[in-house]
């Protein structure tokens, strides 16, 4: 049975860094292009970052460029999500999705299977 399990969220203060992780089973980690959206309260979900099958690719939004990275380790079968100078704009809840074209990311394509989500809050 396919799993995405998301952690590493909590309740930081503004300028400071977390990461998050996403711990992939039950299906071929390496053969899926992967990314993490978010979804603040009230708002709807959206696309952060994506990284292609061997993690030569990336893409963010530009609302993070510059402070957070996404990773892959294929061999723990993982996503990560590093993610530094925190905002108060970027609380939301963290999910990670798993595709199997980079492309279904930055068009908008539904399918593939997502995570529970990790909250992240971020606020004085």
């Known amino acids: 049975q396919l799993h995405l399990v998301e952690s590493g969220g909590g309740r930081v203060q503004p300028g400071t860094s977390l990461r998050l992780s996403c711990v992939a089973s039950g299906f071929t980690f390496s053969s899926y292009d992967m990314a993490w959206y978010r979804q603040p309260p009230g708002k709807e979900r959206e696309l952060v970052a994506a990284i292609t099958k061997g993690g030569g690719r990336t893409h963010y939004v530009d609302a993070v460029k510059g402070r957070f990275t996404i990773a892959r380790d294929n061999a723990k079968s993982t996503l990560h999500l590093q993610m530094n100078s925190l905002r108060p704009e970027d609380t939301a809840l963290y999910y990670c999705?798993?595709?199997?074209?980079?492309?279904?990311?930055?068009?908008?394509?539904?399918?593939?299977?997502w995570g529970q989500g990790t909250q992240v809050t971020v606020s004085e």
């Open positions: 999705r798993a595709a199997e074209y980079y492309t279904d990311f930055l068009y908008a394509v539904p399918g593939g299977y």
